[in-house]
Each structure stands twice: as structure tokens, then as C-alpha cells.
């Protein structure tokens, strides 16, 4: 079964800290690794989207890495700022083969960044 | 930037009763899908619809669901007999033909009482 772990659930940091989130996936057949975050009451937002040749992708002051061997994945938010405050989603991408990707969702780590 | 509109963003309806939440989805993407996320929990694949029918659906996708795109410009997503665990944020998603192009709605909350 496809299934995304993400850690740690929550996370509280002071603002203009850097904070580092964490992604464990086991998804077949892998097509992409993407970061959403999601403001609460609201949909999914896209940081980020890897493919499995990617390592390191860059959207602003967030950095994703992807390590497909080991299938673990981060995302690096540097200097944060308190409109950062959202759960980050890990959500991996299944390649069907009929052209449609269906995505698995982890539960998120929910960031909230103080003055 | 294209969106994907949901409507409405918000409902309540009795138990039993049937709901029907629509989506317009970004006009040249040709995949659809509906997720939903109950309160606290991660968000859920529910169905996939590509060329007018069900590419694939999940185990929580039941005989109590159905989806339709009755204009080619809406899609929709069919509750029969409402049950209180329906209770959750339905989310819309659109995607092109390639593989990054996917767009999330900003969901339907649903209270079922």
C-alpha cells in the first residue's frame, strides 16, 4: 500500500529561524514528489514538484531535496516569516500508467512561527 | 493564473439527504479528480476522471458516489444518502496531460447533521 510519513507533526519556530521538514514515502511507481502547503480551510498550494532525477529543487526561501534511493525527502524553509505558519504536505505521485496520477498524501507537519 | 472554482464553499445538509458539489476546473486540463479531507486527518484520493468516465477510484469511493461533467465545463461529485462520517473538505483537482500540471480547488466544506 501506498503510504507517505511525515515528521514532526507539529512545529513551532521563532520567526526568521530556519526549520527543516522531513518525508518518508514508499509509492509505486514513483512519478514525482511534490511540497504543498496548506493554509487551514483551504486547498493545497504547490512549493515544489521532484522527479526522481532531481535532488534539490528551489522555490524562494524553500528548498526541497529528494533522495530516491533511500526514498526520503525534505523541505528547508529559510528565514521564515509568520505567513510561513500552514501545514507542509508531503504528496507523492503514482504514475498509472493511463496518464492520470493519482496522489498520496501524509498528514502534514503543522509549522506555526511566533514573534 | 487559472483556477479551479468549487461551489459551494460551504454546506450543511441532513443525514440522508443527497449533496452535489460542483467544480469548474481549469479549461484546457483534461484529468479530473476529487479528494476530501476530513477534519484533522490527511487528504484522501477518492476518483479520477479522464474522457468521460472513471480512469480509477478508491475503497471510500463507493456506490454512494458518482461524478459527472454534464457540460464539459463542470465537474461534479454526486452524494446519495449523506452519513455523518461524510463530513469533510472536498477538494477539486485539475490537471493537464503532463505530469506537473495539477491545480487544486480551494473545497467544499460539508456538515452532515
Known amino acids: 500500500k501506498n503510504q507517505v510519513e511525515q515528521s514532526p507533526q507539529s512545529l513551532i519556530i521563532l520567526e526568521g529561524k530556519n526549520c527543516t521538514l522531513q518525508c518518508n514515502y514508499t509509492v509505486s511507481p514513483f512519478s514525482n514528489l511534490r511540497w504543498y502547503k496548506q493554509d487551514t480551510g483551504r486547498g493545497p498550494v504547490s512549493l515544489t514538484i521532484?522527479?526522481?532525477?532531481?535532488n534539490t529543487k528551489s522555490n524562494g526561501r524553500y528548498t526541497a531535496t529528494l533522495d530516491a534511493d533511500t526514498k526520503q525527502s525534505s523541505l528547508h524553509i529559510t528565514a521564515s516569516q509568520l505567513s510561513d505558519s500552514a501545514s507542509y504536505i508531503c504528496v507523492v505521485s503514482a504514475d498509472s500508467g493511463a496518464g492520470s496520477y493519482q496522489l498520496t498524501f501524509g498528514k502534514g507537519t503543522k509549522l506555526s512561527v511566533i514573534p | 493564473e487559472p483556477e479551479v472554482t468549487q461551489t459551494p464553499s460551504h454546506q450543511v445538509t441532513q443525514m440522508g439527504q443527497e449533496v452535489i458539489l460542483r467544480c469548474v476546473p481549469i479549461s484546457n486540463h483534461l484529468y479530473f479528480y476529487w479528494y476530501r479531507q476530513i477534519l484533522g486527518q490527511k487528504v484522501e484520493f477518492l476518483v479520477s476522471f479522464y474522457n468521460n468516465e472513471i480512469s480509477e477510484k478508491s475503497e471510500i469511493f463507493d456506490d454512494q458516489f458518482s461524478v459527472e461533467r454534464p457540460d464539459g465545463s463542470n465537474f461534479t461529485l454526486k452524494i446519495r444518502s449523506t452519513k455523518l462520517e461524510d463530513s469533510a473538505m472536498y477538494f477539486c483537482a485539475s490537471q493537464t496531460g503532463h505530469r506537473y500540471g495539477y491545480t487544486f480547488g480551494s473545497g467544499t466544506r460539508l456538515t452532515v447533521v
Open positions: 521532484m522527479t526522481f532525477s532531481e
